[in-house]
């Protein structure tokens, strides 16, 4: 299959995430998530010649839809990094910040990442190829209360002890290298009739260890916090109730775990006020990209 930026990935509330950044044509703005790069080239559209935007993606599929511009410039690096980054370039702080957090169309549809159950793949999961441990890795050598706590934790699970229980019986007689090794390990335990929604939620939740997800998002969004000048937009796109808490307690409160600090009169401190009520996609947006359904945007002001 050719890759385009088109087939790569959808982009989700295009106009709505990048309207929501009140973009200044010299302003100096991150798209944190390039993928197929239509949230960049919508806001390079709306740049004039002294502006710029920095793209992150940790993914070398996602390089082929570079955009040739010179107010562009396109970081190879998971986006937790972003203050590094940032620094390296002798950028003290930024306009406005994009985050798209949802899997690309691109790493679902790819049949060699395993990042979907419709493939017998591989059991990678990264999204870096290039590093870290892969989803096979964890099932073989995590124990069984640690894949309990995964499951339970990033699927939010309800019988995850006992999906951890005979995946841990079923390696002792064969290592789970493929997805279809993962599909006749829990096969005995999961209900036909609820299969494909039990076993999407186990793949989030070794998608989410396989690449520090939680981790890495917390450490984006604080280092964006500092980043942000006065009057500047923080845009994210959401896609499961795990990273949308994350993404609240930060723009409630300043921080992962939504705890509001007050001064010596009781006054609440914050570092941004909300832009706007949470957005989801329209019903024509859901019908033409069905992966858009539980996208919620959130955007923010630092005050």
């Not at 390296?88 to 169309?105: C, R």
């Not at 841990?168 to 494909?196: F, M, N, V, W």
């Not at 600090?261 to 019903?283: C, I, M, W």
Request: net charge neutral.
């Amino acid at each position: 299959m050719i890759i385009t930026a088109e087939t790569y990935h959808v982009p989700v509330l295009l106009r709505e995430s990048v309207d929501g950044l009140a973009i200044q044509p010299d302003g100096i703005y991150v798209d944190v998530t390039f993928g197929g790069g239509g949230h960049s080239k919508e806001i390079l559209s709306r740049l004039g010649s002294k502006g710029h935007l920095y793209s992150f993606d940790q993914d070398a599929d996602a390089e082929k839809n570079i955009v040739n511009d010179d107010r562009f410039t396109f970081v190879r690096s998971n986006f937790r990094y972003l203050n590094n980054w940032m620094q390296y370039y002798g950028v003290e702080k930024i306009d406005g910040l994009l985050a798209d957090l949802g899997v690309s169309s691109h790493h679902f549809d790819d049949e060699t990442r395993g990042f979907s159950f419709r493939f017998n793949a591989p059991l990678d999961m990264r999204m870096n190829k290039r590093a870290g441990q892969t989803a096979a890795d964890i099932l073989n050598n995590y124990t069984e209360e640690q894949l309990a706590d995964v499951f339970y934790l990033y699927g939010e699970i309800k019988n995850a002890k006992r999906i951890a229980k005979v995946i841990c019986e079923y390696r002792q007689h064969k290592p789970l290298q493929t997805t279809a090794d993962l599909g006749e390990a829990t096969s005995i335990i999961i209900h036909p009739e609820r299969e494909k929604k039990e076993t999407a939620k186990l793949y989030q939740a070794l998608r989410i260890e396989v690449n520090h997800e939680m981790e890495a998002l917390r450490d984006m969004l604080l280092g964006a916090t500092k980043l942000l000048r006065q009057g500047g937009r923080l845009s994210v796109i959401t896609y499961h109730s795990l990273e949308d808490r994350i993404v609240k307690n930060v723009m409630k409160a300043g921080n992962a775990e939504g705890k509001i600090e007050q001064d010596f009169y009781g006054r609440l401190h914050s570092p941004f006020h909300l832009v706007n009520k949470v957005a989801t996609p329209s019903e024509e947006e859901v019908q033409n990209n069905p992966r858009s359904r539980s996208a919620k945007l959130r955007i923010a002001e630092k005050i």
